[in-house]
T-cell receptor
């Protein structure tokens, strides 16, 4: 596709359940980022993948959060035992290191609501 | 640790007015700075990207400037329109460029017809 896509667009789950969020980056982009946007908190970095390098997990808020990127393309963010404070919009972005700009392009996000 | 601040948090202006949104950052060792637009319930749309070696970028009615030494960037919107109403976010990338964005909390702009 032409842009970054994410699925589902909305997810409602019950506290304690696990959820998986998916991101399809722009074809050929080697860098992929996950961010979270919480009400009143602004956008915060979660995890970053660059090619085959080990991911930068420094932004993950707890060990309930994990992410993987298969084949250098699609990424899945998994939240285990969801809590109400996990409710937020989860945004994915990708960029190409083939240009000097490293401009990040964002998907539409997944709105997660934990009841 | 980089901190990005945007002032004002909210702004309401009549249609046709020129306006300036401000962004400041604490660490001047940035690789680039991006301005984004976010409509309610939507993702982020990149408006302008300024490399650390550049002083400004222009796209249509938008002009973004960068002063690294003072840790400031401004987004100038000329002849504002109701369709410009959105939240505008400023974000910086540090070091080599292959690092996450650090965002400000945004300026919520309302342009009144």
């Amino acid at each position: 596709g032409a842009g970054v896509s994410q699925s589902p667009s909305n997810k409602v789950t019950e506290k304690g359940k696990d959820v998986e969020l998916r991101c399809d980056p722009i074809s050929g982009h080697t860098a992929l980022y996950w961010y979270r946007q919480s009400l009143g908190q602004g956008l915060e970095f979660l995890i970053y993948f660059q090619g085959n390098s080990a991911p930068d997990k420094s932004g993950l808020p707890s060990d309930r959060f994990s992410a993987e990127r298969t084949g250098g393309s699609v990424s899945t963010l998994t939240i285990q035992r969801t809590q109400q404070e996990d409710s937020a919009v989860y945004l994915c972005a990708s960029s190409s290191t083939a240009t000097v700009y490293n401009e990040q392009f964002f998907g539409p996000g997944t709105r997660l609501t934990v009841l | 640790k980089q901190e990005v601040t945007q002032i004002p948090a909210a702004l309401s202006v009549p249609e046709g007015e020129n306006l300036v949104l401000n962004c400041s950052f604490t660490d001047s060792a940035i690789y680039n700075l991006q301005w984004f637009r976010q409509d309610p319930g939507k993702g982020l749309t990149s408006l302008l990207l300024i490399q650390s070696s550049q002083r400004e970028q222009t796209s249509g009615r938008l002009n973004a400037s960068l002063d690294k030494s003072s840790g400031r960037s401004t987004l100038y919107i000329a002849a504002s329109q109701p369709g410009d109403s959105a939240t505008y976010l400023c974000a910086t990338v540090a070091g080599s460029g292959n690092t996450p964005l650090v965002f400000g909390k945004g300026t919520r702009l309302s342009v009144i017809a």
